[in-house]
């Protein structure tokens, strides 16, 4: 696991320790489920890192991104003592996730408080900026 988190910038300096005793605390009969989320500017389900899947850039709309959703599974197997790690991904295209307001203002929120160190593992360096005037105004237009 902290081979998989090692590029997520501050991450093990910030819970490293507290990853270990979490996955240490895993037991067979009690799996473990969190979320995490990025935006994407390919629908597409499968991101594997050895796929050529196009980057967010300052073209990003609401129309042309999407909220990537993962549900994430950990679960120690017995015997084996291995941990299985599932995931469940769901897309949702972000201007139907912007008609909500309260949804559109915490996106600007996270967007405009995130560092730039995070923004740029995220791949929101160019696209931060257009997509938070665009989900400001979502937000706006969604309350008139």
Do not use: C
């Not at 050895?50 to 197997?77: G, H, M, V």
């Amino acid at each position: 696991m902290h081979e998989v988190h090692a590029p997520v910038p501050g991450l093990q300096t910030a819970i490293g320790t507290q990853i270990s005793a979490f996955l240490g605390r895993l037991t067979p009969n009690a799996p473990r489920e969190r979320d995490n989320w990025g935006l994407s500017a390919d629908p597409t389900l499968n991101h594997h890192p050895a796929l050529a899947i196009r980057p967010l850039d300052d073209s990003a709309t609401l129309e042309n991104t999407w909220l990537r959703l993962e549900r994430q599974f950990l679960a120690r197997l017995p015997i084996t003592n291995a941990i299985l790690f599932g995931i469940r991904v769901t897309n949702h295209r972000l201007d139907h996730v912007a008609s909500h307001p309260e949804v559109a203002q915490r996106l600007v929120r996270i967007l405009t408080t995130m560092s730039d160190e995070f923004a740029g593992y995220k791949g929101l360096q160019t696209a931060r900026a257009p997509l938070v005037a665009a989900l400001t105004k979502a937000a706006a237009a969604s309350r008139t």
